[in-house]
Every structure is written in structure tokens, then in C-alpha cells.
């Protein structure tokens, strides 16, 4: 039984009455509204009015499953709403026991508009001290890849300078667990879509929910091709990524977390295969996110340059040392004492450089010359002599 506000029209289109009236389907229905003095036309149109609010109407969202345009506008919307990423979070893997996992991997990835991004890795090691694994950083124009002192992860031993081909919605640099759900390749899922990306909607035959996956190629990673399979109840991001057929490398987010409203993944495991192609697994587990939050530029600038700190610039096509080169002495002595201390070593190799100039074509070139001159002199002379 229904409700609705029935309104009846007097002569001339004037309003005679409004009341509420109950619509009900049952056999005495029809005695109701003639008992109450309402003619069968107006009981025909509630009556279709009850029914035309209890069926579904064609083209709504809850009748109809999301197309490519409704996807694609849902994973921009997320795009767009994140402004600026700060996180950390640990790779984890079974004790020797089973029983706890261990973080024996910490990442800190930041991103702000402009095309800044920053990725850096440390591995802890078994007697307590930190090995920097990854640490590159870019500022927009330029990107930074940065070595630090073994033993002494604050401390920059060299840095290799380089422009960058990253911006907003591109990132060109080192990928890890949680850019591969967020930025799949390098790139927002929305402009793969607008890139051709295939978009597919797969039944689930036990009566689950349709799974909606986005397909494309990655050549640029060698593991292709690269599959997402989206969550819809979590702003349509990814809830699994793998590489190549078969996958040579999966991550699985098991939870979600919210900043700002803005939902990001937090929990999950990835499994790849190994160099010996063993398959194996870890987790990974986020410690710490901001969203929407300033982030500092010296996350993208050059870390812990010091006295002695190599720089290794491909843009200016020169090496130079903080300091000057006589301070590269002092610092290979004071934080690597195991190695020789020798100056910098030469210019980076530069795909547009000119090639050595070589004297061999050139000597062969004269030498032909000067043989040919010979022989057309002699020509010439021995032609003479017969006209005389």
C-alpha cells in the first residue's frame, strides 16, 4: 500500500480538493475510490503513478551497470581531488617462525603538483643499521638520483643530474607497490582509458558483483600487459594490479583508508617471481599518509650535499664537486676509507655528444688525393709528349 497526494479538478481548472489517499492493490480497491467519490479516470492515474514509482527507471545508475564514460569520470574525480601525497609504509615478510611479520623494507613516496615526485627505499639490515636502496626525486625540470654513504644514509656521495620527463599526470622514475595502484605505469588510470586503454566488464558466475577491469600495454616496463581490477566501493580504485600472463608481479590492497574523504589504499600483499622464479610474497602496510597537506620542496630538491658531494650534471654536460675538487679527497677519506681517493671521474656519456674526432679517414683522404694528382700529372705529361 502506497500513499500519494491526490488533487481533483474542479470546472474551469479550479482546485476542488486535495487530500491523501491510500493506493491499495487489493480487490475492494476499486469499491474505495467510489466511495469516496472519485471517478475512475483519476483512479486509473494514481494507480499507474504507484506503479510507475515502484519500477525501475531505464538509464539510472541502479538499473544499469557503469559504462567506459562512468568509470572513466569516477577515476578523474579521485585524480583530481588529490592535490598533494606524503606516505610512508613497510614491506613486511613472515619471521622465521611464521608467527609475526617483520619490516625488513620502508618507503616514503611524496607527490605535489608540477610534476614533483619522490620515491625513496631503505632496507634495514640484521645488525640495526640502514642501506638506501632508492632514492630518487624530482623537482619538476630536474630529476635527482641520489647515492648515499653506506652506513651514513643522511650523507650524499654523488648525485647523477638529469632532465625530467615527468609532469602532473606523468611520472617517469623508479615505480613501487603503492604508485602501481595509484599511478599504474606511471600514469593515472582515467588517462589510460583516454589513451585507448581496454575496458571490460566481467560476470562473476557465482553471484557476486561484476568484476570491471582496465587493460593496456606497458612497454616501458618490460612486464606487459598490465591489468587493474577496480573496486567500486572504494572510489573505483584499483583492488588488484599484475604484470604480464602469467603474473610476473601482482599487488592485492585487502584495505582502504580515508584522508579528506579521499579513500587510498593501506593493507595489502604483492607476489612476484623471484630471480630463481620462485613465486613469493610480502605485504605492505602504511604508517603514515597526508593528503591535501603542504609538502616541502626539499623533499624534491638534493639531499644531503656536503663538502666533497659529487655532482654529476648530464643538463650542463659537467662533473663538480661541493667544495671544489680538492675537498673530494677529504670526503673519500672520512666516509670511504676502503676505496682509493681519486678525483672525479669523467663526464657522463651523452647521447648527443660529438664522437671523438679520429686522424685515420683524414690521412687516407690526402694520401688518395695525392696518389690521384700523381697519376693524372703523369697522363697529362705523356700526352704532351705525343702531340710534340
Known amino acids: 500500500m502506497r500513499r500519494a497526494t491526490e488533487t481533483l479538478l474542479g470546472t474551469g481548472g479550479r482546485h476542488r480538493s486535495a487530500r491523501v489517499v ?21 483512479m486509473t492515474f494514481l ?15 541502479a538499473t544499469s551497470p557503469p559504462n567506459r564514460e562512468d568509470v572513466r569520470a569516477a577515476l578523474a574525480r579521485w585524480w583530481e581531488a588529490v592535490d598533494t601525497i ?10 622465521e617462525d611464521d608467527d609475526v611479520q617483520v619490516v625488513y623494507q620502508q618507503y616514503h613516496l611524496a607527490k605535489a603538483p608540477g610534476g614533483k615526485y619522490s620515491t625513496r627505499a631503505e632496507h634495514l639490515l640484521p645488525d640495526g643499521g640502514v642501506k638506501v636502496i632508492m632514492n630518487e626525486r624530482t623537482d619538476g625540470r ?30 617517469k622514475g623508479p615505480m613501487s607497490d603503492l604508485l602501481w595502484i595509484i599511478m599504474p605505469g606511471g600514469r593515472p588510470l582515467h588517462k589510460r582509458l583516454d589513451n585507448g586503454a581496454e575496458f571490460a566488464i566481467e560476470p562473476n558466475e557465482s553471484g557476486e558483483d561484476d568484476t570491471y577491469t582496465i587493460r593496456f600495454d606497458d ?43 579521499i579513500e587510498f589504499p593501506a593493507e595489502g600483499e604483492v607476489t612476484l617471481l623471484n630471480r630463481s622464479n620462485a613465486r613469493v610474497s610480502y605485504r605492505f602496510l602504511v604508517r603514515r599518509l597526508s593528503l591535501n597537506e603542504p609538502v616541502s620542496d626539499d623533499q624534491f630538491g638534493v639531499p644531503g650535499v656536503v663538502t666533497g658531494t659529487l655532482l654529476m650534471d648530464q643538463t650542463k654536460r659537467q662533473n663538480s664537486v661541493e ?8 670526503f673519500m677519506a672520512k666516509y670511504r676509507p676502503e676505496l682509493p681517493s681519486v678525483g672525479p671521474p669523467p663526464s657522463p656519456i651523452v ?3 660529438a ?22 700529372y703523369i697522363r697529362l705529361r705523356d700526352l704532351k709528349t705525343r702531340a710534340a
Open 142 to 171: 630536474r630529476v635527482y638520483q641520489v647515492m648515499t654513504v653506506p652506513g651514513s644514509p643522511d650523507v650524499t656521495d654523488y648525485v647523477n643530474i638529469m632532465y625530467s620527463k615527468s609532469a602532473t599526470d606523468l611520472y
Open 355 to 376: 664522437p671523438r674526432t679520429s686522424w685515420v679517414p683524414t690521412v687516407l683522404i690526402i694520401g688518395s688525393a695525392v696518389i690521384l694528382g700523381s697519376l693524372l
Open 86 to 95: 606524503e606516505v610512508d609504509y613497510d614491506r613486511l615478510t613472515p619471521s
Open 22 to 42: 491510500e493506493i491499495d492493490a487489493s480487490p475492494g480497491f476499486a469499491r474505495h475510490f467510489v466511495k469516496e467519490g472519485i471517478d475512475l479516470g483519476a
Open 351 to 353: 647521447a648527443e655528444r
Open 219 to 261: 612497454s616501458g616496463n618490460g612486464l606487459s600487459p598490465v591489468r587493474c581490477e577496480l573496486d567500486p566501493r572504494h572510489d573505483w580504485l584499483p583492488r588488484r594490479v599484475s604484470l604480464g600472463e602469467p603474473p610476473m608481479y601482482s599487488v592485492k590492497v585487502e584495505r582502504y583508508t580515508r584522508d579528506h574523504g
Open 47 to 61: 494507480f499507474l503513478l504507484a506503479v510507475a514509482q515502484q519500477s525501475p527507471t531505464p538509464g539510472r545508475a
Open 323 to 330: 667544495g671544489g675538487s680538492g675537498a673530494r679527497q677529504a
